[in-house]
């Protein structure tokens, strides 16, 4: 294994995760985008990012935010691999509710050596994405590319199945299953209004959703009429 996976802390981890998340959004992480996601203050981020770059592991590019090296994306992908393996081990084994896995998985990441990892996903029987539909990297890091689109993106009279969900805040996640928009649901848009929102139908139940919550939901377009 590369050594650098062992000698990076904590800290630089979680940073180096949370820019991975960002770059695959965005393609920068910018500084504000990124103290958001640590829930740190700007101020904070710049002498870990300097220190970050001294290491290779980054590229601070002003007035267009971070992006992670070779090296950098190597350890960040390594990172999330474990962070999702921890989220299916507190729901598949210990049987926590997916809107409440994602702080306690943060922790549990950081202590899961690769002797811990294999028989840990043999146990989970080798799952290929985390609770919330995302995928996990193989542990040479590669990461299969979907084509997926955010239901705000769909178009009305069109329809999707749920692949991914990309914010796993607990409040966001809890009111998703309060209205079955969940990984694998077939989710239909009858209508878009850009003051009060989406109008969309998933098994056979008609509602509304903001634009904002309807962005974290990645699916699949299907072909066909809406009606579900």
Known sequence: MNTEL????NQ?????????????????????????????????????????????????KPYKGVKLTDNGRKIASNVLRRHRLAECLLT???????SQVHDPACKLEHALSPEILKPLEKVLGHPKRCPHGNLIPTKCGGIFKEETV???????KTAGVIIKITKEESEALQQLTQLHLIPGKRVAVENKNLSSGLAICVEGKHFTIDYDLAAIIQVKKTEGDVKN
């Open 150 to 156: 955010a239901l705000s993106e769909l178009d009305a």
């Open 6 to 9: 062992e000698t990076v802390s």
């Open 92 to 98: 598949d084994i210990l049987h926590i509710d997916w």
């Open 12 to 60: 630089a981890e979680e940073y180096l995760e949370a820019i991975y998340r960002l770059e695959q959004k965005t393609g920068y992480a910018r500084t504000m985008e990124l103290a958001r996601s640590l829930n740190v203050v700007p101020g904070s981020i710049t002498n870990t990012i300097d220190n970050l770059e001294k290491k290779g592991l980054v590229i601070h």
